[in-house]
């Protein structure tokens, strides 16, 4: 049997395992919502410690709080923003849509631990209480968003736009490597004219790049911090230039260029930032997914496929055909995009569903943009550097597939006319015989010599 300790809260007393620095009401969340498995994601709660943190030292600047009670919140919330006490916020994404009680869960941790450096003991609420210091001058309703907004631009800053840069600067190498290497270009995935690998892979970092610039193009409503509107947006209870002097100290702890919204209603009865941040996240997804499949397809094969392209081999790609190798990065790459656009549409509802003076869809939102935050930046970082780094060509089949192709006949449409190109090209498929014979030899529409200097595809590209 757990030894327990009983703990209280506005509603009455609660028993708390004796060894958890949590208090009352995180247990009854723990207890009222055994929804799934995915709890609150971590970056949340390390950003809520930041929260309280900064708020621990803007209330003593400002004399609310002593600084022996700041100093006590300080460090304890900096534990929790390392890592230490990761196990004591076991709670669910599926509680409270305002996050107040993984809010409360952190305040009773952060309560819990700066009393035991006190010379207190948990439980007592003193000499460090929850509501009265650690959560001083805030509210869930602003302390949360906040936390969002910081949860996310760190996860931005830190690992997708670094795997971003990673995915983009490999496709300019690979595309500088193979420019001089001409190819069937593909349209209605039938052939087309050529192109050179190098044009297709820059293509594939342009269009990453522009998702890129739209990620950039988000970060300053992100940089835009709901806290000070305490309850509804009004800021009751939180003293005078309480948000300057909080995105002055959060700005200092993270290195993001903060600054208080401008208007708080709006900040915490929505989440358009978030939205449109998730927006371009989406817009990665639906590149990346474009991408992985082009390169999967062109390296379909390796005999009875596309071939053009040889990718890494990874792994045994079958328990039962021997030597096979299959596309696994691309596979990833393209189930990760999946998710992230079925985010989307979770993070567009529960953005448009606020009601009143707060939205309610939080915990969805934040956890629903940290997840695709993370896979995306591992996914782009991981296809970077065992797909595309390693990527090769196989010169000899895309020479065989470029030699055969029809669609060579649109360079000699200029000189025949459209009609008869046309014909040269079925003939050729129906009798099959090349373009050079049907042109010259059967037609007689061209000689050889002009023929030769028109119907080269190296001029094309």
Same mark, same amino acid.
């Given at each position: 049997m757990t030894e327990t300790r009983i703990e209280?809260?506005?509603? #009455?007393? /609660?028993?708390?395992?004796?060894d958890r620095l949590w208090g009352a009401q995180t247990q009854r969340s723990l207890e009222n919502f055994p929804i799934g498995e995915g709890t609150m994601p971590l970056a949340v709660v390390h950003a809520l410690a930041l929260v309280k943190l900064a708020a621990a030292r803007c209330n003593r600047d400002n004399g609310k709080l002593d600084a022996d009670r700041a100093s006590a919140i300080e460090r304890a919330a900096r534990e929790v923003v390392d890592g230490l006490w990761d196990g004591e916020f076991p709670l669910v994404v599926w509680q409270t849509g305002s #996050? @107040?009680?993984s809010n409360m869960n952190v305040n009773e941790v952060v309560a819990n631990r700066a009393s035991e450096i006190m010379g207190g003991t948990r439980g007592r609420k003193e000499p460090v209480h929850p509501n009265d210091h650690v959560n001083m001058s805030q509210s869930s309703n602003d302390a949360f968003p906040t936390a969002m907004h910081l949860a996310a631009a760190l996860a931005v800053r830190d690992l997708l736009q670094p795997a971003l840069h990673q995915l983009v600067t490999t496709l300019d190498e690979r595309a500088?490597?193979?420019?001089? /290497? /001409?190819? /069937? #270009?593909? @349209?209605?995935? &039938?052939?087309?004219t050529p192109v050179t690998m190098g044009q297709v892979l820059a293509g594939h970092a342009a269009q990453l790049r522009q998702a890129s610039a739209a990620l950039e193009g988000t970060l300053p409503r992100l940089a835009e911090l709901a806290i000070g509107a305490t309850a509804v947006g009004t800021g009751l209870n939180a003293p005078p230039n309480w948000d300057v002097a &909080?995105?002055?100290e959060l700005a200092a702890l993270t290195g993001l260029a903060l600054t208080p919204v401008a208007n708080k209603h709006a900040a915490i009865a929505a989440h358009d930032a978030l939205v449109e941040l998730h927006g371009a996240l989406r817009l990665i997804a639906v590149a990346a997914m474009k991408i992985a499949n082009d390169f999967r397809w062109l390296a379909s094969g390796p005999r009875c496929g596309i071939g053009e392209l040889?990718?890494?081999?990874?792994e045994p790609g079958s328990s039962i055909m021997p030597g096979k190798v299959n596309p696994t990065q691309c596979e990833a790459l393209t189930m990760v995009a999946a998710r992230v656009l079925g985010n989307d549409t979770t993070v567009a509802l529960a953005g448009s569903s606020g009601n009143f003076e707060l939205n309610v869809y939080k915990p969805v939102i934040a956890a629903c943009v940290l997840e695709s935050i993370r896979l995306l930046g591992d996914a782009l970082a991981s296809f970077a550097e065992r797909c595309v780094h390693g990527v090769d060509v196989d010169r000899e089949r895309i020479a065989h597939h470029l030699e055969r192709s029809l669609m060579l006949v649109t360079a000699l449409a200029p000189e025949v006319g459209y009609d008869?190109?046309?014909?040269v090209a079925k003939r050729a498929l129906r009798e099959g015989k090349s373009l050079r014979h049907v042109a010259v030899d059967d037609m007689q529409l061209v000689d050889a010599t002009t023929f030769d200097e028109l119907v080269d595809a190296s001029k094309m590209v």
């Open positions: 209280t809260d506005s509603l #009455g007393e /609660v028993e708390v395992a004796r #996050g @107040t009680q500088t490597a193979f420019a001089d /290497v /001409v190819k /069937v #270009g593909r @349209t209605h995935l &039938m052939d087309a &909080m995105c002055r040889r990718l890494p081999a990874l008869a190109a046309a014909e």
